[in-house]
């Protein structure tokens, strides 16, 4: 029976893993390894944050889904890939042998590449886990009770923008309903060269739809830039540019977990041919933010 591992418990390690149990059956013996016992639903993190979900809305066991499928489940995180010996070691030092490997673990989140920068170190929100979503809707809270300035957008080395804009129009949305929008100043900050653009060269008319939404909503944007530094209540631009917040959530820098870093470019991405392969270990395969 071939032993497969899938690292990452969200959505692409869960779907990679239910397909191929449903594919093989008794063939293969799938366990996946994540160190999250939770499954979060990511698309409604925005919503959590704006006091339109709560964390029991949009988290399920892990184990309680992946049990009835006959697939194994390891609550541990990956600490190290031998890809010479084909086996996984965790953090609590079990290691797990493989014929093959589906890598999903999306992007390390390095916060620490930007002083300042992160929620649990610095001083701006995120929108990118539960526990982070959770307290970035503590601060939207804040400013309701008491108005000021907001930063939205993305660092430099960011691969995913879709969430920034989301949230742009849903503040702007509420404060337009709480009859406050004129006392939130809404500026959105990004690396990106043109509004829209969303790392893949924009998609369709996005451009002219996110220039004309933001115009009519007066969301101030300012684009093709990079973070120099964070200081509490305050985000310093390379330029010199220094723009005050009352909630600055800003996504960090993107990299390859810790784990599969080896395996990967300087940032850690995985470099995969068109069916996702690693382009030298034959065994391996990557979805997702994962790869390069």
């Known amino acids: 029976m071939a032993k497969i591992v899938v690292l990452g418990g969200s959505f692409g390690g869960l779907t990679a893993a239910f397909e191929l149990k449903r594919l093989l059956g008794k063939k293969a013996d799938v366990t996946v390894v994540s160190d999250d016992d939770r499954f979060v639903f990511l698309p409604s993190l925005p919503w959590l944050i704006m006091g339109w979900r709560k964390s029991e809305d949009i988290t399920l066991k892990v184990s309680d889904i992946l049990r009835p499928k006959g697939v194994e489940f390891v609550h541990d995180a990956a600490k190290q890939i031998d890809a010479d010996s084909s086996k996984v070691v965790t953090a609590k030092g079990k290691e797990l042998p493989y014929d093959h490997l589906v890598i999903s673990t999306g992007p390390h989140l390095a916060f620490d590449e930007i002083p300042g920068l992160g929620p649990d170190k610095g001083y701006t929100a995120c929108t990118f886990t539960l526990n982070h979503a959770i307290k970035t809707g503590e601060t939207w809270k804040s400013v309701l009770e008491n108005p000021g300035p907001i930063v ?86 390379k330029d010199g540019t220094k723009l005050p917040f009352k909630l600055a959530m800003i996504a960090p820098p993107f990299k390859g977990v810790p784990a599969v870093m080896p395996l990967g470019n300087p940032r850690g991405f995985i470099p995969v041919d068109k069916n996702y392969r690693h382009t030298k270990h034959k065994n391996i395969f990557a979805i997702g933010v994962a790869i390069a």
Do not use: N, W
Not at 154 to 161: I, K, L, N, T
Not at 165 to 192: G, N, Q
Not at 205 to 234: C, H, L, N
């Open 152 to 237: 939205l957008g993305s660092s430099q080395m960011v691969s995913c923008f879709g969430p920034s804009y989301e949230l742009a129009f849903e503040m702007d949305a509420e404060l337009r309903r709480r009859k406050m929008r004129h006392k939130v100043p809404i500026i959105y900050l990004t690396s990106e060269p043109y509004l829209g653009h969303m790392g893949v060269g924009g998609l369709g008319a996005s451009k002219t739809f996110m220039e004309y939404e933001f115009a009519e909503r007066d969301i101030k944007p300012i684009v093709s830039q990079a973070i120099e530094e964070v200081t509490p209540g305050e985000i310093k631009l």
